[in-house]
């Protein structure tokens, strides 16, 4: 059962313009969300993360919003470049008070952008 | 500072045999996790390392194993091969301040292909 959904494959955007990417999430116990970026032939890199006591956080063109009532997150990107042309998963860390960094992925939206 | 290694980069394997893969990690982190991405599936974790202890574990038969050794670097090992191993085997490293969630670097990936 996928706790965390990403329910678009993929996504096209003109250059210029935002890009909002979504995920929902099922479980309950997720405390921090991150987002990450994956080219062909290349491991995820790190993009932006949140914590459930924030409702939004900002990194240059990069800002990811969290509605924890509604389970959902969203990262947006403002402006869009053709270089953002990647695979953007949206990822969860459940609470453990352990630190453990167990990392429930979505299956990823193909991002495009047309110059 | 160098990223995560893994090595080798490409493995080719039968069915039934076993597969050890490589990974170091950023230098000064201390936790090693390991996941799985194949395209129907997805990235799903298939463990934690954590000062030569397995910290977490995900939802993968016994054949899939792994350590980790005193200088941080870790293994993965899959006995007897199946057709379904065939897969991206991404390696991820974090400072794993307890405190404080970390973001997780990965390495370039393992693609291993079992015929």
């Known amino acids: 059962d996928q706790q965390v959904k990403q329910n678009s494959p993929s996504l096209s955007v003109q250059e210029g313009r935002i890009s909002i990417l979504n995920c929902d999430y099922t479980n309950s116990m997720f405390d921090y969300f991150l987002w990450y970026k994956k080219y062909p032939a290349e491991g995820p890199t790190f993009l932006i993360s949140?914590?459930?006591?924030?409702d939004k956080n900002e990194d240059g063109r990069f800002t990811v919003f969290l509605n924890k009532s509604a389970k959902h997150l969203s990262l947006h990107i403002v402006p869009s470049q053709p270089g953002d042309s990647a695979v953007y998963f949206c990822a969860a860390i459940p609470y453990s008070g352990a630190g453990s960094y167990q990392l429930t992925f979505g299956k990823g939206t193909k991002l495009s952008v047309i110059p | 500072k160098a990223g995560v290694t893994q090595t080798p980069r490409y493995l080719i394997k039968t069915r039934g045999q076993q597969v050890t893969l490589s990974c170091s990690p950023i230098?000064?982190?201390?936790?090693v996790s390991w996941y799985q991405q194949t395209p129907g599936q997805g990235l799903q974790f298939l463990f934690e390392y954590f000062s030569e202890t397995q910290r977490n574990k995900g939802n993968f038969p016994g054949r899939f194993s792994g350590r980790q050794f005193s200088n941080s670097r870790s293994e993965m090992n899959v006995s007897t091969l199946e057709l379904g191993d065939s897969a991206l085997y991404l390696c991820a490293s974090s400072s794993s301040a307890l405190s404080s969630y970390n973001e997780q670097f990965f390495g370039p990936g393992t693609r291993l292909t079992v015929l």
């Open positions: 230098s000064g982190h201390r936790s």
């Open positions: 949140i914590s459930s006591i924030k």
